[in-house]
């Protein structure tokens, strides 16, 4: 039965009424909903901006970890904006900004004050964009000229507010930087006499594997890790606060509305692009890694030249150089390719997908009667146009750079594992606790130690070793138990192969090498001087080869004055080199202008200076004549020196009264020194073996007679 015509007009007006009745019902709390949604706006984007810096996004859920190569830990480090990266960054936050009142608080508030102020002018800029081309449109000269010298006014605080910007996050980054390499240093190389006694720069190099290059991490990773840290906060927190108000101001000319659709067309775009974001903070550490690498190569160039150049080996370091260069440009053009396709996505959606999605957004209060809203002209309509399209594009662009950020942040990321790494690695250093790649724990003695205990440490006048294994860095025992007792004034003799524990002793005794089990008796580190056979000649004076590691003030503050270095090298005989160098201050590279003689010489002017109560001679004479080095031997005696030397000239002997010989087998003999009886054993030793040499000759001859004689 169909329906009369009256009844569908009935209908049709009964539905028209009850969309006139909400339209009413929605005009008359319109306002609310608007503040309504304005407020799920803002929280919206907050917690979108705070799960996506902290890993919440598909990317960083991924499991990058980068590649292991030289100096790495036995498990490969994750590097990704996840909860690891936080807890690191918070870690190093605590460094480079100790509290509320610090300089670097006090300039990320003027920062922050800065962001503000900037983007009010912004808003300000984009109201006055609307009303020069309405003035335009209306052709009204006087409104238009007028808004142009407002244009020029607000310039002035705008170049001013950009400005300072820059000045204060590069300020930011200094500060930061030095807060954190002060930090760095005092663990590495220590802060007064207790932090000297842990030795890390020592330990690092030579007790642990996870780091190869310090230097590279504390000059270029702290640097780089400083700039990240001083731009993200601008990167960041800027765009986030743009996105609030611009979508605000938004809100007020095109309705809230519209700015909701188009926030979730945007997210939607924006969860497709960082999907695709490829790992940029596994690509930043590895990058550091590998020119650390490079780095390194170079500088074992530098540091070996000379045995290098005299074994030809210049083609094998060439080849050694240019794998790891190669190794660092095929990473890099790798980096380049990713950055390449995904610079096309990111363009794509960012300018052109949101640009498309922004022009329908301010198309709406032309083509759509909004409720509350007046009619208005076409310069009204041309004003608002304009003010929306720039508030959108501003708005664009931020919520773009906040896009952005996610790359800086995953290159941020990078550089925090580097930094993270160093100071954890010292730390742990400092603790005692290596991580060495150890050889097979069997050795001539076949002993088996563990490397995890620790012995004990008593500070003593006397050196003494009770059941002490003598086992290098990676596990190599050499002595599995050693035992003696030496008392001050008592000069010992260490003899030996090579590779059989001497120079291993001393590192024990200087607090370099850990005591990995029995009891040591020993004075403080303090107490030691090292001379090895080829010394240490700093960069400085004449006199600072002299008195190091002191430097002239601490020389004076113990009373000692030119003239008394000059007597002390009056002993070495070396008194002329003052007046042939250009006196006291003269500064050169003194391991070029001295000879191999003359250093060592330096070296035991050095020890007379400091007058040390125990000196370590590690072939500390074998470039000096017979004569100077019993000169050196007995003045270090009438300064009351305990010297503990290793040498193989017998003219040594009688300045020691004990003697501690290695058989290189793991096993040693500790006894009193009898220079007389063991000269006139070494010489009837060389006799005996001269007239062994004859034998063949006189064998050959008495064949030779006999068969003449037949």
Sequence with gaps: MATPPSTFARLSASNNERLTRALKVYSSHRPLVQRFLNVTFIAYILTAAYVGVSGGGSTSSKSHHTKKGKGDSAKAERVAVDALFFERLKKILRIVIPGIRSKEALLLFMHSSLLVFRTAISLYVAALDGKIVASLVRAQPLQFFWNIFRWLVVAIPATW????????????????????????????????????????????ANLDDRIKNPDQMITHDIQRFSNHLAAMYANLAKPILDVILYNYQLSQNVGAEGVMGLTFFVQLSAMLLRYMTPPFGMYTALSAQMAGSLRHAHSRL?????????????????????????????????????????????????????????????????????????????????????????????SSDAFGRVMYSYKDL?????????????????????????????????????????????????????????????????????????????????????????????????????????????????????????????????????????????????????????????????????????????????????????????????????????????????????????????????????????????SHRPSLWKYHAVILHYDGQGGYVFTKLDAEKRLALQEEKQNLETKLLEVPKMKARLAELRSLAA
């Excluded at 507010?161 to 030095?178: G, M, P």
């Excluded at 053009?333 to 990713?338: E, S």
């Excluded at 329908?360 to 929306?388: M, S």
């Excluded at 590691?549 to 004055?561: C, L, N, Q, V």
Aim: aromatic fraction near 10%; hydrophobic fraction near 40%; glycine fraction near 8%.
């Design 161 to 204: 507010t950009n400005s300072w910007l820059s000045y204060i996050q590069n300020k930011l980054a200094i500060a930061y930087r030095t807060r954190l390499t002060n930090e760095v240093m005092k663990e590495y190389l220590g802060d007064g006499e207790e932090g000297a006694d842990g030795k890390v720069y020592y330990k690092l």
């Design 302 to 394: 530098v540091e070996f030249a000379e045995e290098i150049a005299f074994m030809k080996g210049e083609n094998t370091e060439k080849m050694l150089i240019e794998r790891e260069y190669a190794a660092l440009i095929e990473h890099e053009n790798h980096v380049l390719q990713r950055r390449w396709w995904f610079g096309c996505v990111e363009e794509g959606i960012i300018k052109w997908l949101w640009g498309s999605f922004g022009l329908v957004l301010c198309a709406i209060p032309v083509f759509v009667k909004l409720p509350g809203t007046v009619t208005v002209d076409l310069g009204g309509r041309t004003e608002g146009f304009v003010t929306n399209r720039r508030l959108l594009l501003s």
């Design 410 to 646: 995953s290159e941020l990321a990078g550089y925090t594992a580097r930094v993270s790494l160093l100071l954890d690695t010292m730390q742990d250093v400092r603790k005692g606790k290596f991580d060495k790649a150890l050889i097979n724990n069997s050795s001539k003695s076949n002993a088996v130690i563990d490397l995890q205990g620790r012995g004990e440490v008593v500070e003593s006048e006397d050196i003494q070793f009770i059941d002490v294994p003598i086992v290098t860095p990676n596990g190599d025992v050499l002595v599995k138990s050693l035992s003696f007792h030496i008392k001050p004034g008592q000069n010992l003799l260490i003899v030996g192969p090579n590779g059989c524990g001497k120079s291993s002793l001393f590192r024990i005794l200087g607090g370099l090498w850990p005591v990995y089990g029995g009891v040591v008796h020993k004075p403080a580190a303090s107490q030691f001087i090292l001379i090895p056979q080829r010394p240490y000649l700093p960069i400085g004076t004449l006199r600072d080869q002299v008195i190091y590691p002191h430097s002239k003030a601490d020389m004076e503050k113990r009373g000692i004055t030119d003239d008394d270095l000059a007597r002390i090298l009056d002993v070495v005989l070396m008194r002329h080199l003052v007046e042939r160098e250009g006196g006291w201050d003269s500064v050169k590279e003194w391991r070029e202008a001295l000879s191999g003689g003359d250093q060592q010489k330096i070296a035991w002017a050095r020890l007379f200076y400091h007058n040390p109560k125990y000196a370590v001679l590690d072939e500390a004479t074998s470039l000096v004549p017979t004569e100077m080095e019993g000169m050196m031997m007995e003045y270090a005696t009438k300064l009351n020196i305990t010297l503990l030397t290793v």
